[in-house]
Each structure stands twice: as C-alpha cells, then as structure tokens.
C-alpha cells in the first residue's frame, strides 16, 4: 500500500471512529439523564406516600424504616454508575479531540478549522474547552453525579437524625446528629467524583 492510500485509509478509519465515539458519548449522556430521572422519580413519588402516612404515627414509622433504605440504595447505585458514565464520556471526548488535532495538522492547511483543540494545556484542556467549560475541581459539582450524592447525603443524614430520635434525643439534638452525617457523606461522595476524574488524566 503506497502513501497516499495509507493516508486515505487512515482518514476513512479515524472519521468511522469519530462517529462512533460521538454516538458513544449521545449513549452515555442518555443513560445518565435516564438513570437520574428514575431516582429522582422514584424519590418524589416517597415523598408524596410519605405526604399520606404521615398523619398516622402508627404508619410514619414502617413507611419510613422501608423507603428510606430503598432510596439511600438506589441513590449510592445510581451515583456509582453516573460517575462511570461521567468518565466514559470524559475519554470519549478526549479521543475525539485527538481526531480533530490530526484533522487540523494534516488536512485544514491555513485554515482554522478544529484549531480549538490546539489549545495549550493539553488533552484534558482541551476536552474542557470543547464543551465550553473551564477546567477545575468546582465544575465537578455541576455534574449529575454530584446531584444525585447531593441527594443521597440528605437522605443519610435524614435517616441518622430518625435514628438519633428513635434512640431518645429530642428533635434539636437529633438534627445536630444528622447534619454532619450528610456533610460527610456529601464529602466522600466528591471525592470519590474527585478520583475518578483524576484517573482520566492517566
């Protein structure tokens, strides 16, 4: 195979695998917007059983010790898979970023076509600027990821503070139980968001 059909075969190659990569990340986002709206669905339609039972005290209570685990599952199993997905999606869109860099040093000449991924900072920079974004450890907070931990780490919390009431505190002490279990929770839940972005830069 002589140069020109190399390079022909190439091109031909990397334009397949940018279509591909880029309906891998339409994937990936579909999932997690369908994933996050199952929880979140599944946590208003608890919140409107527990607008039912919670006239009845003989009933507020299973309710809760049954809905409330649910909820805290699900919520730590959905965050695990949009972190998963967070990542897939971030290296998805590095390697297109590769593809349009060899689009631009091979074929755009003087012009400026994909010149965005020239950006200097290198590869993670450029993926962030790409979805018009600035590169930093608060933008990890913007994810569906950290909404859902969000939520998790006020249904732990809440649960700790029931815990702490049916233990005997009254209401005042059980919150103070309660609101450090969520900031907590919240914490590890960011770092765990916090690693796994790491991982993508190696």
Known sequence: MDDDAREQALLTALTTEHFVLQTGRGATVAESVGRTTVFLSLLSAALIGLGF?????????????????????????????????????????????????????????????????????????SAWTAVGARPGRWQLLLTAAALVGAVNALLLGLGAALLAGLAGLSTGPAVLVGVPVALVAFAAQLAYINRASISMTH
């Open 53 to 125: 039972v919670s006239g009845n005290g003989s009933l507020l209570r299973p309710y809760l010790g049954a809905v409330l685990p649910t909820l805290v599952v699900t919520g730590l199993l959905t965050f695990g898979r949009l972190v998963q997905n967070m990542v897939e999606n971030s290296l998805d869109l590095q390697r297109m970023q590769r593809i349009r860099a060899w689009y631009h040093q091979r074929l755009a000449g003087d012009q400026d076509f994909f010149a965005d991924v020239m950006t200097p900072g290198g590869e993670m920079r």
